[in-house]
């Protein structure tokens, strides 16, 4: 039996976390960790289907753990953990695997657009990627999943596949519900407000990291795309740019958009601008500042992600039985 209802997410290391990872992600999961049993994961094993250095990846592991507890992620309530720590991950995802249909994986967006974006490293991890996830929120009987506006569609995958698990072999797996923030679901480029915010985007000026310095934050606001009008006002249609900072000052300042057009009434782009850099400058600091005391603290960063490992595993352990059980394989 479970005494509070579970939350279940994750973020691939595969670049520097950004304002759109805090934003989109770790700032609700902050917000939700005192009425859930949280898991907040590190997903490498995600990261893989891209190229990277090992050495890179390595830093960005330990790095993305010191930054989820300096953001306020309650590691002894609830817990955080490294996937591959975890093995009960691969060991699911291979049974999902053979309940998922290759239609239902054609469809996903994300897959599409890495067909195009990598086509020369198309491999099968890629594809079956969306199963991988599954198997993450299924395995702990998760009921609630926090994401951005992207992961939706493969949140609902987790469903379809849960769905036809279940309608075989009764009801294994409990049915978890994305859950969309409000304010700053799809937190834009800076550059290029017509795509969001990434990790691994090129060009980084489009990006704020969260262990960038003041100087630069404000730097990369300053040169923010806008438009030719000098109007601060929540359009995101026509106005893209200026709503994607509104967007980024309402979640980083915890103001409404009607407040914050009434703020900048007769004011310019530069006001607004600068404004926007401060406030993100004072949510971040205190992350960043955390984040590399904790990366000098080895003991206490490995005894934080061995501690969620074997919590994570034994719980995971309880349905992977369950679900081999159902199956009908045979019991070592
Ligand atoms: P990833 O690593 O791309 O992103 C992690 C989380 O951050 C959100 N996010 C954003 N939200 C708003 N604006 C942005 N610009 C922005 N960029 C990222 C994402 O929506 C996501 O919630 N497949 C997942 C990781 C994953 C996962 C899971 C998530 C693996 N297993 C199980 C939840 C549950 C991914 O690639 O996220």
């Known amino acids: 039996m479970k ?3 579970r939350i279940f997410s994750g973020i691939k290391p595969t670049g520097d976390l ?7 992600a770790i700032k609700n999961w902050v917000d939700l960790q005192n009425d859930f049993m949280c898991l907040y994961c590190i997903v490498d094993m995600h990261s893989i289907t891209i ?3 090992p050495e890179v990846l390595h830093r960005r592991i330990r790095e993305q753990l010191a930054q989820y507890i300096a953001a306020g992620l ?4 609830n817990i955080v953990y490294i996937q591959s720590h975890v093995h009960q991950h691969a060991e699911l995802s291979w049974i999902l695997g053979c309940y998922s249909m290759m239609g239902e994986l054609n469809r996903m967006t994300q897959f599409k657009d890495m067909q195009k974006k990598h086509p020369q490293n198309l491999n099968a991890g890629i594809y079956t990627y969306p199963v991988l996830m599954a ?3 299924l395995l702990f009987d998760t009921d609630v999943v926090p994401v951005g506006e992207d992961q939706k569609q493969h949140v609902e995958l987790a469903r379809n596949i849960a769905q036809r698990f279940n309608g075989i072999y009764g009801n294994i797996f409990t049915m978890p519900e994305p859950f969309i923030p409000k304010v700053g679901a799809r937190v834009r480029s800076l550059t290029d407000p017509t795509s969001k915010m990434s990790k691994s985007d090129d060009d980084t000026q489009g990006s704020i990291f969260i262990m960038d310095s003041p100087d630069v934050i404000v730097k990369k606001f300053k040169r923010a795309k806008t438009d030719s009008d000098s109007l601060i006002k929540f359009d995101p249609e026509n106005k893209p740019g200026v709503s994607n900072l509104m967007d980024i000052y309402s979640a980083a300042a915890g103001k409404s958009y009607d407040e914050i057009e009434s703020e900048f009434v007769g004011k310019g782009y530069g006001d607004f601008k600068t404004r926007v850099a401060e406030a993100v400058i004072e949510k971040l600091r205190p992350i960043r500042e955390k984040s590399l005391e904790l990366l000098k603290d080895e003991e206490t960063l490995v005894s934080i992600y061995r501690d969620g490992a074997e919590r994570a595993s034994e719980m995971a352990e309880k349905t992977l039985v369950k679900v081999t059980d159902a199956i009908g394989f045979l019991r070592k």
């Open 51 to 53: 190229r990277n250095d």
């Open 135 to 137: 198997a993450d929120i």
């Open 18 to 24: 950004t304002l759109g990872s805090y934003i989109g």
């Open 3 to 5: 005494d509070r209802k």
């Open 74 to 77: 309650d590691y002894k309530k």
